[in-house]
């Protein structure tokens, strides 16, 4: 099952690593805001969501500025890559997270949403249909090369109102680390 351009948003309430922003317990539905959702799949390993950790944050602040909300989900298999534990993002999140850090234990919301990668984006308007998915930029890994810079594009076409031109995009990062 995957969820499609103007597909509605699930609903899952997973355990949050950063209780200092919602609790420890979120439910999508809790975060949709009146403009939006974006939800982010990443991990703690990933040189990819490493290099772009700044920029993440930057997206987030700058979506809770416009009233929507923002959260990061865990999805990979702690078991085989033990920095992906509940434990370190927590570590991570004390670090400085301006958004909840949930964890798909079960993979359940990966699958549902068919992410393949870390980073991935997928951004839900007011009413929670899905209206991009894809990259945040064209240079996850260097900053200074970024030439577009999709999911700003698309969050600023959502708030004026105007059709998304590039609904999807291919991420470029690791692949979501799938249990056995």
């Not at 929507?68 to 434990?87: L, R, T």
């Amino acid at each position: 099952m995957s969820i499609e351009i103007s597909g509605k948003m699930p609903n899952f309430e997973l355990s949050n690593a950063n209780p200092i922003v919602g609790g420890d317990k979120v439910s999508f539905n809790n975060i949709l805001d009146v403009n939006g959702l974006i939800i982010l799949f990443e991990c703690n390993h990933c040189p990819y969501v490493i290099a772009s950790i700044d920029r993440i944050n930057q997206m987030a602040n700058f979506a809770s500025s416009n009233q929507i909300g923002f959260i990061g989900i865990n999805s990979n298999d702690a078991s085989v890559y033990s920095s992906d534990s509940f434990e370190n993002m927590q570590k991570r999140a004390e670090k400085g997270m301006p958004y909840p850090y949930l964890f798909d234990e079960t993979q359940i919301v990966a699958q549902t949403f068919d992410a393949k990668r870390t980073p991935e984006f997928f951004l839900f308007d007011g009413s929670g249909r899905l209206v991009y998915k894809g990259r945040m930029d064209d240079s996850p890994r260097d900053p200074n090369q970024v030439s577009s810079t999709e999911l700003h594009d698309a969050v600023d076409s959502l708030l004026k109102g105007k059709n998304i031109e590039n609904s999807i995009t291919e991420s470029i990062g690791c692949s979501v680390k799938w249990k056995q």
